[in-house]
């Protein structure tokens, strides 16, 4: 089992791939609250994600509305709305 170490949150990864996809859509989500906008290459090096399943969990959330995208220059950033 793996666990990503955030302050203030412990995650668990389980074998469940959407267990999985909701615990890094959870990361994040507490990532972008406590750093606000940021690209998805800084998102996965500061979360210590896999970059698919920070792919897929950020899928998730935008699926759900819950996150805006920005080009600034040549990157992307995203944010919580």
Do not use: H
């Not at 909701?22 to 500061?46: E, P």
């Amino acid at each position: 089992m793996l666990y990503y170490l955030l302050p203030g949150l412990v995650v668990m990864e389980s074998n469940c791939m959407s267990d999985s996809i909701g615990n890094a859509a959870g990361v994040i989500w507490k990532f972008l609250d406590a750093n606000g906008a940021t690209s998805v290459s800084k998102l996965t090096k500061d979360t210590g994600l896999e970059t698919k399943l920070a792919q897929r969990a950020i899928g998730w959330l935008a699926a759900e509305g819950k996150l805006m995208f920005e080009m600034k220059g040549r990157t992307e950033t995203i944010a919580l709305k």
